[in-house]
């Protein structure tokens, strides 16, 4: 019935508003809309925001993009493509969030724990905890919440409702890995890892859910944790971490100073974890089938 509607929605508007609202239209208007964000924050960051103590012109470019990226979202993003729907709209959004806080602590201090066993990682010191809260917003509240916006809530969302989830799980987790080829000490097996253990853990987190506070609680705690629990660095960022610690051995358990993420270890723990969510999601009947799959399967009803 909903479909029907839809359907008949559809073919109400003109021209012009079906071109932009077509799932692949709107989503590439969707990221120009972001990089204009972008834009402005860094414009704002540098030439109106005086100096805060701690903070670099990269923090202060994190702090003004938030609210600039939520905005954009709550007036523009939300309301674009077919089938207008705001990913932060959910009645469990604590619980989800707190969930994926804990999951991405719990999960990634299941990886430590492995390498600490095979001796890869040790902990030689106390650390430094003295810029505690810009770390914290540099490291994980920024990209969990920008790139949660873009991966799962244009991304993904609109490739999904065009090409099904297999297609949105495949797309996304390849580009995500690949956007951190620009991190410090980056390669081909650093991107392979991000898009396997995060590309699928995100993804299966955001379908699961269908809202995108899981996926950022566990983007925020997975890095956090890495970063500033266990002094490891963060997609090849060194941090302070609470603790002094070493990474020792061979590359492909160390990550070969991009961090853990790159790792053997926590390929395995994180992709695990990200197939047992996408089969939750699954069994929840939460996987998208193809946009023309599902008209042919309307008009072979209508008919």
């Known amino acids: 019935m909903q479909e029907e509607i839809a359907a008949e929605a559809e073919a109400q508007k003109s021209r012009w508003r079906r071109i932009v609202d077509y799932p692949l239209i709107a ?3 969707a990221i120009v809309l972001v990089i204009l964000c972008f834009t402005a924050g ?5 030439y109106l925001v005086p100096p805060i103590p701690g ?3 990269p923090m202060k470019f994190d702090l003004v993009s938030i609210p600039i990226l939520l905005l954009a979202y709550y007036f523009v993003i939300r309301r674009m493509g077919e089938h207008p ?3 932060y709209r959910d009645p469990q959004w604590a619980r989800h969030l707190g969930l994926g806080l804990l999951a991405g602590l719990a999960v990634f201090s299941a990886a430590v724990a492995v390498a600490a066993i095979l001796g890869i990682y040790r902990i030689v010191g106390a650390g430094d905890a003295s810029n505690l809260l810009p770390a914290l917003l540099a490291s994980a509240i920024f990209p969990a919440v920008s790139e949660e916006l873009i991966f799962r809530g244009i ?3 609109w490739i999904e409702e065009w090409g099904g989830s297999w297609a949105a799980l495949l797309v996304t987790s390849i580009l995500f890995g690949c956007a951190h080829l620009l991190n410090p000490h980056a390669s081909p097996i650093a991107a392979l890892g991000i898009a396997l253990e ?8 955001y379908m699961l859910t269908r809202s995108l506070w899981f996926p950022m609680g566990l983007h925020a705690a997975w890095n956090f944790t890495q970063g500033e629990i266990y002094d490891i660095p963060v997609s090849g ?3 302070h971490g609470l603790v002094d610690a070493r990474l020792s051995g061979p590359p492909l358990l160390t990550g070969d100073g991009f961090g853990l993420e790159a790792s053997l270890i926590a390929i395995v723990v994180a992709t695990v974890f990200g197939l047992w969510l996408l089969r939750l999601a699954i069994r929840n ?3 998208v089938q193809p946009r023309w799959v599902r008209r042919r399967r309307l008009r072979e009803a209508a008919a």
């Open 27 to 29: 989503m590439v208007l």
């Open 42 to 46: 860094m414009l704002i960051a540098q």
């Open 55 to 57: 903070f670099t012109l």
């Open 85 to 87: 729907r705001d990913d």
């Open 155 to 157: 991304l993904f969302r």
């Open 198 to 205: 995060a590309g699928i853990m995100l993804g299966a987190a």
């Open 237 to 239: 960022t060194n941090v």
């Open 285 to 287: 009947g939460e996987l």
